[in-house]
């Protein structure tokens, strides 16, 4: 739960708000891979405002471009789970400084960050720090060239940092994969010629029987013996 403070609070209760939407994306640069950081709001003009950075929770102040370049971020599902969350941002394809991040640096993965500011009417001054309501990855970028006096845009399909725990780890259990973790670990060192071990107890020999499950098991008693 977020905590408003009573003046705050009373300027929402009398609808005496307006609110902006900034985006903050993470790209990096064609062929070095430099990272970029850029902003763009929904207001108009750029500004220069505070956000509550996600990693540190502390308020840092960046600089956002207005003036249409933003057109519209979809709902945003605030939930208290793991579960992945899906967003849509519409940016203008007019816009010079749209145009440059899209097409002249790689947004690939980049890393999104969207907040929420509230603006006295009266003042147009931000109340608070704007609070992170999105943080995660851009999936995909569309680009769509409309025809003549049709209606175009870019579109970027995110998704929410939860993503990364769904992802399989491609490593192995081999000694080779152990030893890039320390030169002197050799707890794989049998993990290949296991299976083809034979064994003797009393009139019994042959060959280890061994599952996909056991194999790691069946090593470390091998080792143990």
Known sequence: MRNISAGNLALIQARRIVARDFLWLKARAIGTGVPFNYGFWSGVGDV??????????????????????LIQISDIPLVANI?????????????????????????????????????????RELLVPALCRFVGFVDSVTINTPEENGDGGIE?????????????????????????????????????TVGETEFFWGAKQGKITTKASNRLNTAIVLRGM
């Open 156 to 192: 970027l399909a995110c998704v929410s940092h939860t993503q990364e725990m769904t992802r399989a780890n491609p490593d192995t259990r081999s000694n080779d994969s152990q030893k890039r973790r320390s030169a002197t670990d050799n707890f794989f060192q049998d993990v290949t």
């Open 48 to 69: 220069q405002v505070q956000v509550v950075n996600p990693d540190t929770g502390l308020a840092n102040t960046r600089n956002f471009e207005g003036s249409g370049s």
């Open 83 to 123: 579960t992945v969350q899906q967003v849509s941002i519409s940016m203008s394809q007019l816009d010079p400084g749209v145009e440059n991040i899209v097409r002249g640096y790689d947004l690939k993965q980049a890393g999104v960050e969207i907040y929420r500011g509230l603006f006295d009417v009266a003042s």
